[in-house]
């Protein structure tokens, strides 16, 4: 009979992170960590869809500001 294995099953180390030698304390890398995140975040593109909402944002008419003054009193 033939074995069965799983293909799609993590190795014994999956989830397990491990900080590199450049980081002296668990808050070091941590901070590392989070950095990578959002610099990965910046360097994505913005979707079209926002871009097109800015857009319209960007044209339309500005609301009466005395209203809004005159509201707040």
Known sequence: ?????LPDRPDSG???IKPTASARTKED????????????ALSEDIPDDMLELLSAL??????DQGSDEEAAE
């Open 58 to 63: 960007d044209d339309g008419e500005p609301e």
């Open 1 to 5: 009979m033939a074995s069965k294995t």
């Open 29 to 40: 890398w941590i901070g590392n960590q989070l950095k990578k995140v959002y610099d990965e």
């Open 14 to 16: 999956f989830g397990i």
